[in-house]
């Protein structure tokens, strides 16, 4: 009995161990499937999300979202904190006899355990023998040093995300919310500043990188949702890389070199971590001839030089292609408001939307995706599915 509690305790605090290490030590994605966070976010995300899609509103729906992050951060604290106990407490079953008074259950040694870690110490069981005092010095150092990477994780965390959600704050200023590359591009001829387009496509080429490198080491951060209604790092990327598409395939007379390469760094962004949280489905546009028939014409009235209007769409849709369907499997994974790449004419001087007024109600199921014409997101049940 004393042998399997003790292999059982080794077990236990080596998985925690890697764990942890995997976790916050580790800068870059570890494929390793005994990993206890690689399982119990998405478990406790599913259930998360089934919970929310039962809100009254999409306001209500996405602020329930929004605590979920912050949540499964304590949460892996807990769990980790709660398994090194136990770890001790079995190894420390095994050697009882090493403490003083001697414990009658294990429920005594798992107390002692917790005092350990905790770093407690109040002396009603203390430890005689060299294993136990070892052990008890061991379990202080690991529980202290937990907390301690936890807090340095937690502000690594919060650095990346506020990082990542200033462009994305800026870009629905230009781009309305939820963002559209359509709109984007309106509003910067309205304003003059189509010679700022390279620039632009530079400053989220930069966002891209940033971005892909702190979300595959950390994937914790995507699910940390904007502070803003009707925001979403992941629509407002989608805008960007549809900006990019039309201005390779639709629009003349912009430079084009800067959108290449902003697509090529964010279509790589979006097939890594698409990747990372199970993409299973197959590439596509997810935009009819319809719609782009539409944009085509919203383009053309605000004065671009296009390209013939066939030759365009099927660059497009070959553009697209590439990025559309796992941008959407994403936004329908996490729930949130999926790419709009058209939305409803309007100006860049309509009133700011302000923090807390939502623009209109949000769909049902889709996560906040208002009804804008856009290409429409799968259920949740779908995504799984495919």
């Known amino acids: 009995m004393e042998i399997v509690a003790f292999l059982a305790g080794v077990v236990c605090l080596g998985l925690v161990l890697w764990d942890v290490f995997e976790t916050i030590v580790v800068p870059r994605p570890t494929p390793s499937q005994l990993r206890l966070g690689r399982h119990l976010v998405p478990w406790t995300w599913r ?5 929310g899609e039962r809100a009254r509103t999409g306001l209500g729906r996405d602020l329930f979202y929004g605590l979920y992050a912050p949540f499964a951060a304590v949460l892996l604290l807990a769990a980790w904190i709660f398994l090194l106990i136990v770890g001790y407490g079995l190894i420390l079953y095994a050697i009882r006899d090493q403490l003083y ?18 770093t407690v110490g109040y002396g009603d069981v203390i430890p005689v023998g060299p294993a136990a005092r070892f052990l008890a010095l061991a379990g202080a150092a690991t529980g202290l040093g937990l907390v301690a990477l936890v807090i340095t994780f937690l502000f690594s965390l919060f650095g990346s995300y506020q990082r990542r959600e200033r462009l994305v704050v800026a870009l629905s200023a230009r781009a309305k919310s939820p963002p559209s590359a359509v709109t984007l591009l309106e509003n910067y001829v309205r304003l003059g500043l ?4 390279p620039a632009l496509f530079a400053e989220w080429e930069r966002w891209s990188a940033e ?13 940390f949702r904007s502070s803003h209604d009707n925001l979403s790092w992941v629509s407002a990327l989608g805008a960007m890389l549809d900006a990019a598409a039309l201005v390779l395939t639709t629009v003349r007379d912009v430079p084009r070199g800067q959108a290449e390469l ?16 199970g993409y299973k489905g197959t590439d596509g546009s997810i935009v009819d001839e319809s719609q782009f028939d539409v944009a085509y014409a919203r383009l053309a009235a605000a ?3 296009l390209e013939p209007a066939e030759t365009a769409w099927r660059s497009f849709e070959r553009a697209r292609t590439i990025y559309a369907s796992r941008l959407e499997f994403l936004a329908n994974y996490w729930a949130t408001s999926a790419p709009v790449w058209i939305a ?15 623009e209109r109600e949000h769909v049902p199921g889709a996560g906040g995706l208002p009804q804008t014409g856009g290409s429409l997101p799968a259920t949740a049940k779908e995504s799984e599915q495919r």
């Open 47 to 51: 259930a998360w999300r089934w919970l």
């Open 101 to 118: 008074p001697v414990p009658t259950n294990f429920g005594t040694v798992l107390y002692f355990a917790a005092a350990s870690v905790l």
């Open 194 to 197: 189509v010679d700022q387009l």
């Open 211 to 223: 971005v892909l490198d702190s979300h595959v080491a950390y994937p914790l951060l995507g699910y």
């Open 262 to 277: 902003m697509k090529r760094v964010g279509a790589h962004f979006v097939e890594d971590l698409s990747n990372y949280f």
């Open 303 to 305: 004065g671009y030089s």
């Open 344 to 358: 409803p004419r309007v100006s860049i001087t309509s009133p700011v939307h302000q923090a807390g007024t939502p």
